[in-house]
């Protein structure tokens, strides 16, 4: 089964699903301080790393099609990465000259973005939203939230909807383009197509807060302690994974030191 929409969640029985939100969002965090360490050799021993999860998971996430929102974002960076970063040039184009260390330097940024994603993607892939809202809270519960005038329940409440709204708002605009087709507007010009379907979406968002806000409401939300339908509880496979990961943390780290300096691979 692989999702059409960026950060869906996929039911499933894997092994990953199975495991502890916190030990899933904890695994995360620790990856992603990781990957704005390593250099390019690194990120691609990583790539093997979410390349194992990913069949480990047994879900089919569309590699690819995630990158797709983001990709001229990281065309951007790689270009003036390739040209601004001085050193060794290899090619000149007018009047800009792309170097070997840029090159490098453009491949280790967008790298590290394309892991974030993905390891993102995987999470949310492998993690319902119901779980990953009781999670995020109880990681917070620690903190003196209430100093601050905002308690872990709302923090997480916020957190869980942003990440699975953006599936949801994903799937609107194509609904949104595809009925404009179907109504004969066909492919415009690039401004005034981007105007026609930012405002159907932007007006589709909003009936969408407000929809959630009146159901939270009716239901009594309140941001308070409240019960949750899951008990978590860490098992020996979750305190197993985090033992790797800090492990994985570790031997990298020292890796990156000793033999991935700057601009190599």
């Known amino acids: 089964m692989m999702p059409d929409y960026f950060l869906s969640f996929v039911p499933g029985d894997s092994f990953l699903h199975k495991l502890d939100p916190r030990t899933k969002l904890i695994a995360t965090m620790l990856i992603s301080i990781l990957i704005f360490r390593l250099h390019i050799t690194g990120l691609v021993l990583l790539f093997a790393l979410f390349m194992a999860l990913y069949y480990l998971s047994s879900v ?12 001229p974002f990281l065309i951007l960076i790689f270009i003036f990465q390739l040209f601004l970063v001085p050193g060794n040039s290899f090619m000149d184009l007018y009047g800009f000259s792309a170097t070997s260390a840029g090159f490098f330097e453009g491949l280790r940024i967008v790298g590290r973005f394309v892991l974030l994603i993905q390891f993102a993607s995987l999470l949310t892939a492998t993690t319902s939203p119901a779980h990953m809202t009781a999670g995020i809270e109880r990681l917070l519960r620690p903190l003196p939230g209430k100093v601050l005038g905002v308690t872990s329940f709302e923090i ?4 869980s909807l942003s990440i699975h709204l953006v599936p949801v708002l994903n799937r609107f605009l194509k609904e949104v383009y595809q009925a404009q087709l179907c109504r004969g507007l066909g492919r415009q010009k690039k401004l005034s197509g981007l105007v026609s379907l930012a405002i159907p979406l932007l007006r589709g968002a909003f009936r969408m807060m407000d929809d959630i806000a009146m159901g939270m409401e009716s239901r009594c939300y309140q941001g308070n302690y409240r019960t949750s339908l899951f008990e978590l509880k860490m098992n020996k496979n979750d305190w197993l994974v985090l033992m790797l990961v800090f492990v994985l943390l570790l031997g990298f780290w020292n890796l990156n030191i000793t033999l991935l300096p700057s601009y190599q691979i």
């Open 156 to 159: 997480a409440t916020m957190m």
């Open 60 to 71: 089919r996430i569309a590699l690819l099609r995630n990158l797709r929102p983001v990709a």
